[in-house]
């Protein structure tokens, strides 16, 4: 039986520019950054010679974790991540305000695909959420919940 969720994770190119914006501009806790050719992960990921990046990050004030993976060997081909291909993934991350949250990512050039819209149907109505692109094309999810009754 599962117990919870320890992280989700992402395979990235270039882990300098990821920790850049997911620690210095999102504000996630960078906990672990560190290279690894580890014996259980070539059994896990059985490519030849075998050697990765790896970074764990926190939400602040929660126990929610991130975990970055740029492949060093074998390095794999960028490729588009549109949202309608089955596999493709994102993260969702709730902010207090989200007009400020998309001005100040605007202002350092994350590309958005909207502004801010609201949510008008089932669990989430009278949220606001919008989507953004990580510096590898990765969705990422801001919502603002919607307001106590």
């Known amino acids: 039986m599962f117990a919870g969720t320890h992280h989700v994770c992402f395979t ?6 990821s920790i850049a914006f997911y620690r210095d501009l999102l504000g996630l ?3 672990n950054d560190w290279v690894s050719e580890a014996g259980y992960l070539r ?7 075998l ?6 990050f926190r939400l602040p004030g ?7 993976i740029q492949y060093l060997e074998p390095v794999g081909a960028p490729r588009e991540l549109p949202t309608n291909v089955p596999g493709a ?5 709730d902010v207090d305000d989200i007009e400020a949250e998309y001005e100040r990512l605007r202002r350092h050039g994350v ?5 801010p819209q609201l949510i008008t149907s089932k669990a989430n109505s009278g949220a606001r959420g ?3 692109l990580d510096p590898d094309g990765i969705t990422i999810e801001l919502r603002q919940p919607p307001p106590r009754q």
């Open 89 to 93: 993934a994102h993260v969702c991350f």
């Open 12 to 17: 990235i190119a270039n882990m300098d520019r």
């Open 62 to 68: 929660t126990e929610m974790r991130l975990e970055l």
């Open 29 to 31: 806790e960078l906990q």
């Open 43 to 49: 059994v896990m990921i059985p490519y030849p010679g």
């Open 111 to 115: 590309t958005f695909n909207s502004a």
């Open 130 to 132: 919008v989507y953004m």
């Open 51 to 56: 050697r990765l990046r790896l970074a764990f």
